[in-house]
């Protein structure tokens, strides 16, 4: 199912070819303000344009709304955003179907769907559709108000320095990964359960929804396996539970604790890539070389920022409608 | 809510000083034969009673069959297994209800539920309630046949040599974490969805419902975001989708793509350790030094792998269901 | 949520006067054929046009794939379904608003929704979403196969000659209510499960989300109420679970038991009639007399039989999905 | 799957003739004050054992508390209750395996399971797990405060006085069934949703979760298709919302309008009848009289009020839940 959420529910829909990707949201409160233009900055970072080693097509992501909007408010009815799909080149693709591109969705789509799965661009399994994520967060984060949720790239390639990172990357014409953080300070105490829906299972769980990422870390992370219990226990300091230090980043027993949230997520490289790879052929049946043709990016990482605020935020909007701390109705969601 | 899975569905209940622990599982296929002795082995085993570095608390943890069983097999009823708590000893926690142990769920359980909570060893939010995992798990594996789901330590405290690594412990007087690989073989292609439901969401959902994990990475994780694309692609060798590499971890595209699943998770040192900490008293509502009293593991990554085994199969088991790779009846189960 | 099923699941969208209706329907099987020309027949049977006492409003209702369509067949993915409003006349609903239609959800959405409610048309809260119904119900029957859902009007204005039944509203220029029957032959047994997934619990759930429907009755259903149990049993024939009788309307302790599945419903009469009515008014504080302007039918009732054959469809989907009984890809779905 | 509920979540398992039947409530707010005490009416209730017509068995059903309830009061913990079978006797039934009795769910559930359905007095398809019910409904009805809830019998094999419709029974030496009513006052305007998830939806689900349950009506559910629009409108009186006549039951839009919520269920004759039947034998593939032995109900009707209660109830607390109407924390689910 391309769902998530328990009482602020996302559906996404949509190819990287087709008529359009979009989304319905279900359970936002009603009277939230909400105007085409609350969507233009998130979705032109989403672009990564402005950095060297992002693709070029332009989108023009207008988002269209097509329900639950009326006078410039949510109506408490479910949210229909469209984003149409325009200047696509599906040409670039059809001729590649006989070779399963590595470490691209086409083997494994091919093998679940019989054939049927739109295959241009990689149809359905398409980092296309993290505009409708994106769109999602743009709404969760007002949802959200002074909860500020930041993400950042610590590294590319290896190096905190970005522009060494992608420059190793053009210098050896291959695609590059990357390593990105978020961070939310402003939570309540008190939102997840322990066990299966703890904060950690459901921040996750959106998160490996975001295409190529391999890993996640909350807090000290992997670095904790190798901490003795005294160095790792945050020490409580006051009756708000706020932490001397913040190796747990926020998230004690499932539930938040009141700190600043931080967890980090790993990037794989970009599975298209301009240097020559070797895959297998379907019709021939024979392995062959090959080089990806089309716009593709060099660190998709670069892109990932936005989009990975923008599942923490729904994630969290979500977890705060559970706990009750976002109203269901007109302003009260105004925390 | 303390429930995961859409078609193989588990619920867990019970508290550590309480009456019980217990399951319940909706959605298992009828005509699975089950017997006590099935839950035997992964029980002992997570005892971790073998190494040092473990609790010496004998729970004897016979599972009860209360439901969904008759004349030894599943009926296609929801199964209930309950297993009763001895031996406790409440004494060694009550008298600390005034402090808030650091790492623990003390804080956030009683900001969450308002004072209303268990507190006696943990209550609810105790490791106590992974023997409901494991024994989940130990009708998942059943169910999975000739799938076979091995957990192994890679580390303790950062030493591959765990002795070592459990003696670094012991010499400090503090407790340690570790690393815990998890490998399936024999998977299918085609298990999980793009997006939402992929097979790294539904496993890391699982799999951060287990106490103490901070972080997750498959395949190459989070060292694939230093490698170069043409570095990290597993090509395609053959029509069964067998790739030479295996950085993937086995799923692309959020689908499992019939290679071996492999992911790795980060174990924070056990909370409880018998050195002095500080934190915050409610009642003085002043910083005291304090060392946790009673029974505790060194390292509670020790206990880990059957715990991981556990969630890791019924995960497998519901992504089976889905996929109708398992049959709903009889011995249409045996793969 | 404007959500239902559990493997089959239907998404639906939209306001009577605002851009569109629509649906999103998630875990279709890949491989079946769809065109534009599928939904004719069944969008054109909802219209009611043929019938005395329907509204004259021409929609063109056409349905707009938006995803998950691809060469003509489904893809696996989300399938995504837009129609257009046209035509629509605002004009006729705002002066109204200070006054809550009864029979409405006005009232009832004004007070959930805190005034952000669309209210043209009654915005949301509008038979003109039975449109997605109705698509996503061709969808299910073509999945159905030779399983055939038959929907007919048993009664208009208590009357089992429907011209007379609808001349007695014309005459009294005041709307009116009927009886809409369901019959399924060819279902295999064993569909739903007993408690709170039975088949008549699902089926219900999904009928009563058709708007004005206020009853439900299963086989004999309330005239069994009436009945000695030897009468109402119905005797097993043969080992295909044939039955002498059919009071259960084929459902035995929530599970279909292989013979026809037969249930009613009761449609109130249209909420809107050209008679004047009292009600109350927001702005005067007063009771006052008003009449609905606007195209309004005069028996929704006579649009009810296609409407009911698509939710009752798209429940059996569900069901047979979840019991194995459609392929999950390519032509298996042909049962 | 045996569960219901989105925020406060029912999970019932068991068996007639088994170790228990049993219940886990997910979602209980903590701070709910709960004791044996609180359940003993409802459960007497259940027990019909005033009436002549109700079987004999004398099931002493002492709730036992698993988890959940600590110091006397709910913790936020899922919440498990037991009631251990007692005084049972399996070999009134085993005898009658190979002959499925009609109006049972012997056939379904035996081609359903494949005959690893526990068949022992019906096994899991059994009014014993009422009981569970009833219990969450004791729990639902404390946490809805002033609000409601009460069921009558309406009739007893078409008769107003129950007496005398008994005696129609015992007479004929034959079951028999009936209607009872459920009544709420005190609901606030707002529960429900349009569409899937209309307070009558879910109502319904719940509803015919209990056996022997064939049909439902609102308000004034069949009759409404009788009678003309401006007959059945209910005109709104003032700004609470309250109508003049409630003919809908107290549900317009699939919400509720603040008026008392009524509603009524056929039941069927209780399918196990002293009288000679025919059925279908398994064995002989041949058709043959037989007679029900056992202790069994003239008409289970006498014992459905509280059941009745009890799922209204918790659909109710989960609607209420949903709307915020009740809080997650301590005392302030006392509205």
Same mark, same amino acid.
């Given at each position: 199912?391309?769902?998530?959420?328990?009482?602020?529910?996302?559906?996404?829909?949509?190819?990287?070819?087709?008529?359009?990707?979009?989304?319905?949201?279900?359970?936002?409160?009603?009277?939230?303000?909400?105007?085409?233009?609350?969507?233009?900055?998130?979705?032109?970072?989403?672009?990564?344009?402005?950095?060297?080693?992002?693709?070029?097509?332009?989108?023009?992501?207008?988002?269209?709304?097509?329900?639950?909007?009326?006078?410039?408010?949510?109506?408490?009815?479910?949210?229909?955003?469209?984003?149409?799909?325009?200047?696509?080149?599906?040409?670039?693709?059809?001729?590649?179907?006989?070779?399963?591109?590595?470490?691209?969705?086409?083997?494994?789509?091919?093998?679940?769907?019989?054939?049927?799965?739109?295959?241009?661009?990689?149809?359905?399994?398409?980092?296309?559709?993290?505009?409708?994520?994106?769109?999602?967060?743009?709404?969760?984060?007002?949802?959200?108000?002074?909860?500020?949720?930041?993400?950042?790239?610590?590294?590319?390639?290896?190096?905190?320095?970005?522009?060494?990172?992608?420059?190793?990357?053009?210098? $050896?014409?291959?695609?590059?990964?990357?390593?990105?953080?978020?961070?939310?300070?402003?939570?309540?105490?008190?939102?997840?359960?322990?066990?299966?829906?703890? $904060?950690?299972?459901?921040?996750?769980?959106?998160?490996?929804?975001?295409?190529?990422?391999?890993?996640?870390?909350?807090?000290?992370?992997?670095?904790?396996?190798?901490?003795?219990?005294?160095?790792?226990?945050?020490?409580?300091?006051?009756?708000?539970?706020?932490?001397?230090?913040?190796?747990?980043?926020?998230?004690?027993?499932?539930?938040?604790?009141?700190?600043?949230?931080?967890?980090?997520? $790993?990037?794989?490289?970009?599975?298209?890539?301009?240097?020559?790879?070797?895959?297998?052929?379907?019709?021939?049946?024979?392995?062959?070389?090959?080089?990806?043709?089309?716009?593709?990016?060099?660190?998709? $990482?670069?892109?990932?920022?936005?989009?990975?605020?923008?599942?923490?935020?729904?994630?969290?909007?979500?977890?705060?409608?559970?706990?009750?701390?976002?109203?269901?109705?007109?302003?009260?969601?105004?925390?």
């Amino acid at each position: 199912m391309n769902s998530f959420g328990r009482l602020f529910r996302i559906h996404i829909f949509g190819e990287s070819h087709g008529e359009s990707a979009g989304l319905v949201i279900d359970g936002c409160p009603a009277g939230l303000p909400l105007s085409v233009e609350d969507f233009l900055t998130d979705i032109e970072r989403r672009k990564g344009g402005n950095h060297k080693g992002t693709t070029p097509r332009k989108e023009d992501d207008l988002p269209i709304f097509k329900s639950g909007i009326f006078n410039g408010h949510t109506t408490g009815a479910p949210i229909t955003i469209l984003f149409e799909n325009k200047n696509t080149r599906s040409g670039d693709y059809e001729k590649q179907r006989a070779v399963p591109r590595p470490g691209h969705a086409d083997f494994t789509a091919h093998a679940k769907y019989g054939g049927f799965e739109d295959f241009r661009g990689g149809g359905h399994f398409s980092g296309r559709l993290t505009v409708c994520m994106v769109a999602a967060g743009v709404i969760a984060k007002k949802l959200l108000g002074h909860i500020q949720v930041v993400s950042t790239i610590l590294e590319i390639g290896g190096e905190a320095d970005l522009e060494k990172g992608l420059q190793k990357a053009i210098d $050896a014409k291959d695609s590059i990964g990357g390593i990105v953080e978020c961070r939310v300070n402003g939570l309540p105490v008190g939102l997840g359960e322990h066990f299966f829906d703890s $904060a950690e299972s459901l921040i996750s769980h959106a998160v490996f929804a975001i295409p190529a990422v391999k890993g996640i870390e909350f807090g000290a992370g992997f670095a904790a396996a190798r901490m003795f219990g005294t160095e790792h226990n945050d020490a409580i300091e006051d009756a708000s539970g706020k932490t001397r230090t913040n190796h747990a980043g926020g998230i004690v027993g499932g539930i938040t604790n009141g700190n600043e949230l931080v967890f980090r997520i $790993a990037i794989k490289p970009t599975s298209s890539t301009p240097k020559e790879q070797q895959t297998w052929n379907w019709e021939t049946n024979a392995i062959e070389s090959f080089s990806v043709k089309g716009r593709h990016d060099l660190c998709i $990482a670069l892109r990932v920022p936005v989009v990975l605020e923008a599942v923490t935020a729904f994630t969290l909007v979500d977890l705060m409608l559970l706990e009750q701390r976002i109203g269901r109705i007109g302003p009260s969601f105004m925390l």
